[in-house]
């Protein structure tokens, strides 16, 4: 049986589970590291590996996930956490030097996410121009409150874009996230709207581009996000620099 990965995300807890079925082995290993890294690169809150309908065939197998948790944690900053393991998957995880925590289940996982108090805010607005305020304003406040006063005024400008984007192009109601990781700060817009910008070409994207050191955009199947993230600090404790890329990342399931 192929593997089959099915992510969703939640925007109130800024917390994205990916769930994970089928057959984890030589041949599927790297699907179940590319779908966890994928995720995790979104910088949420965290992600969730829900692994209880996976059958593994030995542990060079399930050390793919493994190696998807330490690349998102080094990489983007992002906990990725394990659960809902069937007892020989878990004694596979729990082995070896690399060995790995298994959460009982989801709900477990959740509320260990939320006890490191993860920094995730988000807010829900209409297509009206007062909204890019609102935006901005979000972003912002985040900034104040996470002691990244060096980021703000650039974090503040991404989001009035996005924002601002939503609202002349899009036309629907959109949600503003931003969440803090080890790595980046991450400000993100999400609409109904499947039109997908060809690329940084308007005055707005152009901006984003600028400033942010990775952005991209999401297919959702009811709609998009588009999402920047700003570098925590660059050489010498400095700002990050601009060395954007932008690509479109697949359909996944629809957000709660």
């Excluded at 965290?46 to 593994?56: K, L, Q």
């Amino acid at each position: 049986m192929a593997l089959r990965c099915l992510p969703r995300r939640d925007l109130t807890s800024g917390v994205t589970t990916v769930r994970l079925t089928g057959d984890l082995d030589a041949r599927t290993a790297s699907d179940a590291r590319e779908a966890i890294e994928g995720q995790a690169a979104e910088c949420p809150a965290a992600v969730i590996v829900d692994v209880g309908g996976v059958r593994a065939a030995d542990a060079a197998s399930c050390d793919a996930l493994i190696r998807a948790r330490d690349t998102a944690a080094d990489r983007w900053g992002v906990p990725v956490l394990l659960c809902s393991a069937p007892p020989d998957l878990a004694g596979l995880l729990g082995a070896g030097r690399r060995r790995a925590t298994v959460y009982p289940d989801q709900h477990r996982a959740v509320r260990a996410v939320a006890a490191t108090v993860p920094r995730w805010q988000y807010l829900q607005l209409p297509p009206v121009p007062e909204a890019v305020s609102d935006a901005r304003g979000l972003v912002g406040d985040a900034c104040l409150s996470w002691g990244l006063t060096r980021l703000r005024d650039a974090a503040r400008l991404v989001a009035t874009e996005l924002a601002a984007n939503a609202v002349r192009h899009a036309r629907t109601e959109f949600a503003v996230t931003t969440s803090l990781s080890d790595v980046y700060l991450r400000v993100g817009v999400q609409d109904g709207s499947p039109v997908i910008p060809p690329g940084p070409t308007g005055r707005g994207l152009m901006i984003v581009a600028r400033l942010a050191e990775h952005w991209t955009t999401v297919r959702l199947p009811a709609g998009k996000l588009i999402l920047a993230l700003l570098r925590r600090r660059g050489p010498a404790g400095t700002p990050g620099h601009a060395a954007t890329s932008m690509k479109i990342l697949p359909v996944s399931s629809p957000t709660r």
